[in-house]
């Protein structure tokens, strides 16, 4: 059901990708980078956690519940790259096929939990982008709106996001499923990072079409492009105009004193931390 196999060209299969004396010294800085990463995250997450909702009363049930959720996928994506710790490579056979590899190099299970375990690394990293924008604009209706968060908006947003992840992630997930063939030209490939059979994804755009599952897979992987596009607009914007409002809105207030604008400064300085937290897992 991919994408993306190889031409057959008679091209050796250790040909392809980095050499094999380079590729196990990836993989081993890819798996304690992720973990020493992974660990400081996931300890520093349950501390902020247990800091806002335990330690500072001033902070309201919206706000700690919105928090403790943002940092719980945060905890989820650590983790997911603790046990999988991928590798992203580029693959080129010559003369027309060319694809991105997305080596499983952390626990090895059979090869569909691995690949399962794979792909639910890459829907939490997608997630991560759309964290901070939700954020800010659960902040601005807190702000600028007298009937603040409704739960028209939280399925509101939890329905924009189900179908963001699902035009990104999931159909890049599903256009990067290694076929028969791929698996056979390419385990040789992937093999070089850990010496034993691992699973991956292999996404290509330039794969020469001869079936319609092929035709239909590849505008899959077209559509997962366009969405990351659109998500990653979509989010700047969102957080723009929401900056924007509610700096508006509490300039524009008579009643709000310095104590409220200090307050705000501090909740703003909080979400340009996450997103430049989530950018730099990202």
Not at 130 to 157: E, G, H, M, N
Request: hydrophobic fraction near 50%.
């Amino acid at each position: 059901m991919a994408t993306s196999a190889p031409p057959e060209n008679g091209s050796n299969s250790d040909q392809i990708g980095p050499p094999s004396e380079i590729a196990p010294i990836i993989a081993k800085y890819h798996f304690y980078n992720d973990l020493i990463a992974g660990v400081l995250s996931i300890v520093l997450n349950f501390l902020l956690v247990f800091v806002v909702t335990k330690r500072i009363a001033s902070a309201s049930k919206v706000f700690k519940k919105v928090l403790s959720l943002s940092k719980l996928f945060e905890i989820l994506f650590s983790t997911s790259y603790i046990m999988t710790a991928p590798v992203f490579t580029s693959i080129a056979i010559k003369p027309t096929f060319s694809g991105l590899m997305i080596v499983n190099t952390g626990w090895q299970f059979n090869f569909l939990c691995s690949l399962l375990f794979l792909s639910a690394a890459l829907v939490l990293l997608t997630q991560q982008i759309f964290l901070a924008p939700w954020s800010y604009y659960i902040r601005y209706a807190q702000v600028c709106r007298k009937d603040s968060v409704k739960c028209s908006d939280i399925f509101t947003i939890i329905f924009v996001n189900l179908i963001f992840q699902v035009l990104t992630s999931v159909c890049l997930c599903y256009a990067s499923i290694p076929t028969a063939i791929d698996i056979s030209s390419l385990s040789e490939t992937a093999r070089k990072f850990t010496g034993i059979d691992v699973a991956f994804l292999l996404l290509s755009y330039t794969k020469q079409i001869t079936t319609t599952k092929e035709r239909i897979n590849q505008i899959v992987s077209i559509i997962s492009g366009f969405g990351y596009l659109a998500s990653l607009l979509l989010s700047v914007f969102i957080m723009i105009f929401c900056t924007v409002k509610i700096n508006m809105k509490v300039r524009e207030s008579k009643n709000t004193s310095n104590n409220l604008l200090a307050l705000q400064k501090k909740m703003n300085r909080v979400l340009l931390t996450q997103v430049r937290h989530m950018n730099s897992q990202i």
